[in-house]
């Protein structure tokens, strides 16, 4: 399976932290899956971004680039979402047919599939 991971599911995974649920933490860390994080989650982390980009690649989740057409469909997207960050997430999972690994209720609204009860 591939997707992708909304900023605080990837913080929560780096940091282990105990709110991820253990089926999530699973799920990214099977070698059969693909886990991916775009640019811009690690954009909007800011802080400590160069220990961020060596936990990500030590933990072979796939870094993925903001793409023109991804820009071009955010103009497409409702305005469910005013945070810029999640709108280029969810247009990356929708031009990419990704699920997203998220606890945020609001993606739900998007046409867009979450992973996470």
Avoid: C
Wanted: aromatic residues 10%; hydrophobic residues 40%.
């Amino acid at each position: 399976m591939r997707f992708l991971l909304d900023t605080h599911s990837l913080i929560w995974f780096l940091t282990n932290y105990n709110r991820l649920p253990k089926y999530i933490k699973s799920q990214i860390k099977d070698g059969a899956n693909q886990s991916l994080v775009s640019i811009a989650s690690l954009w909007e982390i800011e802080i400590g971004l160069e220990n961020l980009f060596e936990k990500v690649n030590s933990s072979a989740i796939e870094i993925k680039p903001i793409l023109p057409d991804e820009i071009l469909l955010l103009s497409q997207l409702p305005f469910y979402h005013r945070d810029p960050f999640d709108r280029i997430l969810i247009a990356k999972a929708q031009s990419n047919d990704l699920p997203i690994i998220t606890k945020d209720n609001p993606f739900r609204k998007d046409p867009v599939t979450t992973l996470w009860d």
